[in-house]
Every structure is written in structure tokens, then in C-alpha cells.
């Protein structure tokens, strides 16, 4: 993501996900749809965008209050990053 490939991080993301062990599927897939959202976002899909950023942040905010593994991921910020572009319609 850092490289400004979101939909190519979701690939990897989505892998994951699939292949994880159960109790870790709400980390990989909310933050598979964060990466989605993010490139519907450069592509002007707002809507789209806009309903994943709430998907992905619901799954990871579960995901975060319970002791499964992060990752050293700070899951509250991504979170939070997903809730100020839903506050902000972006």
C-alpha cells in the first residue's frame, strides 16, 4: 500500500484471507476492503468507496477488540483513517 498500489495490496490482502486460519479472516478481509475502498476512491467511485471504508473498518474494529494476532499493524488508526473518510464523504 505505501507504494500507492492499493488494489494490488488487496490481492495479497485477499490471499490471506482465503488461506488464514479462520479466527484471522475479519483482520485480513477488513483491511482487503480498506485497500479496495481506497482504490475506488482514485477512481472517483465514491459510493463504492465509501461503503467498503464501512465494511472494512467495522471487520477490523471487531477483529482489534478481541486478542486475535496484528501484525504490529496499528489497527485503531486504520480504523480511524476509514471513519474520517466516511465523516468527510471522500
Known sequence: MEGGRPFAAHEVLEARWKAGPDEERQLWQGLAQICVALTHAARGNSVGALR?????????????SGEGRTYGLDLSAVVNCARDRLLTGQ
Open 52 to 64: 467498503l471504508f464501512e465494511r472494512g473498518a467495522a471487520r477490523l474494529q471487531e477483529y482489534g
